[in-house]
Structures are given as C-alpha cells and as structure tokens.
C-alpha cells in the first residue's frame, strides 16, 4: 500500500499472499540475484546464497534476513547500495518467515 518502488515487481505487491514460489523468490530475483545468485554469491554477495531454498531458509533462520530488509540498527542493510524495498515486500517476507519460512 503505497509502496513507491515497486518498478521492476512481476505483480502487485498483496501482503496476503507470501507463498516462497509467489512472493518470496520475485522479490530476491528482482533485488538480489545480481549478488547472491550462486553462481556470483563468492564473489559479489559475501558467500551469501539466495537464489536457492536452503540458502534462502538460512538467512531467515539466522534473523538476518529480515534485519537486513528492515535496515534494522547493525544490520547489512540490504539490497547493497540500493533502496529499501517497499514496505509491502518486507512484510511478505516478515510474514513468510513468520509461517514457518516453507517451500511453499
Ligand atoms: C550489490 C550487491 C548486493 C545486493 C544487490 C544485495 N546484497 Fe546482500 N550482501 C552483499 C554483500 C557483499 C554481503 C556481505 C556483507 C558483509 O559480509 O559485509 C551481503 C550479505 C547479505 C546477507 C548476510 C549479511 C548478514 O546480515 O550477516 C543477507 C541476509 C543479504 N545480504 C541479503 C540480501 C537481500 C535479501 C538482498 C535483496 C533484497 C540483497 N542482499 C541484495 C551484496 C549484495
């Protein structure tokens, strides 16, 4: 609702929906990939690896991932030198994270 950077979104922004497939993986595809594909993660994405469930399932585990969306204090803001994704994303990834983090 609102959210001012949704250029490049495949879909409108729905925080109802935050299935892994629907939701999750386009949000990481259009930010995130150009650094934490696993081809280039070594070199461009500090071993980070996003472009992968398992990988992807880590960094929720360990917090990080949302910290980061979030620009939570002493967190890697993330998407590098980019601008915070809209609020509508993170809380897709909040509440994906929040339902079990599926492969869903
Ligand atoms: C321009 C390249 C670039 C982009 C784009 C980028 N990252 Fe990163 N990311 C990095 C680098 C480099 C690191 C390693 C940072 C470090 O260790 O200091 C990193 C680290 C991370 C980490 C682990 C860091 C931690 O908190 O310990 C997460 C999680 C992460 N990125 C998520 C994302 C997400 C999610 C996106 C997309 C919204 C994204 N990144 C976009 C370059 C990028």
Do not use: R
């Amino acid at each position: 609702m609102g959210a001012p950077d949704d250029t490049g979104c495949l879909v409108n922004c729905d925080t109802t929906k935050f299935t892994f497939a629907a939701a999750i993986v386009p949000i990481l595809s259009n930010n995130c990939y150009s650094c934490h594909a696993t081809a280039s993660a070594s070199g461009t994405g500090g071993g980070i690896i996003l472009d992968t469930y398992s990988g992807v399932l880590a960094q929720a585990q360990n917090g990080n991932l949302i910290s980061d969306l979030q620009h939570n204090p002493g967190s890697h803001n993330m998407p590098l030198g980019g601008a915070q994704l809209s609020e509508c994303k993170i809380t897709q990834v909040s509440k994906w994270i929040a339902a079990g983090a599926q492969n869903n």
